[in-house]
């Protein structure tokens, strides 16, 4: 099983960006895909983006042109820029990871295997 700890999150205001990171470690993730999920006060688990590293990335519709995933070359660090961001994006945000020899990206959360703790993003009007 292996351990995700992301970082990154913080509170800023409308229009401002940041830049979500995910550790990843004890077991081997550059040959899987990783992903983000939030979850806003009261609401579901929401998927945000993944990545796979053959096939590209897939991104929810409410954040499609405003946030970019991506991974450093050994695969092991995964990154969220969050531009433009708008209140409707405070959430807690999660690092995924899928299960060994699963490369496609996925929007599902039962699709992943590991979890990190969480990192809280506040946007203010």
């Known amino acids: 099983q292996g351990q995700l700890v992301e970082s990154g999150g913080g509170s800023v205001q409308a229009g401002a960006s940041l830049r979500l990171t995910c550790v990843a470690s004890?077991?081997?993730?550059?040959?899987?895909?990783m992903g983000w999920f939030r979850q806003a006060p009261g609401k579901e688990l929401d998927f945000v983006a993944s990545?796979?590293?053959?096939?590209?990335?897939l991104y929810a519709d409410t954040v499609k042109d405003r946030f970019t995933i991506s991974r450093d070359d050994a695969g092991n660090t995964l990154y969220l820029q969050m531009n433009s961001l708008k209140p409707d994006d405070t959430a807690v945000y999660y690092c995924?990871?899928?299960?060994?020899?699963?490369?496609?990206?996925?929007?599902?959360?039962?699709?992943?295997?590991?979890w990190g703790q969480g990192t809280q993003v506040t946007v203010s009007a």
């Open positions: 004890g077991r081997t993730f550059s040959r899987i895909a």
């Open positions: 995924a990871a899928r299960g060994p020899v699963s490369f496609y990206a996925s929007d599902w959360r039962d699709d992943y295997a590991d």
């Open positions: 990545h796979s590293p053959i096939k590209g990335a």
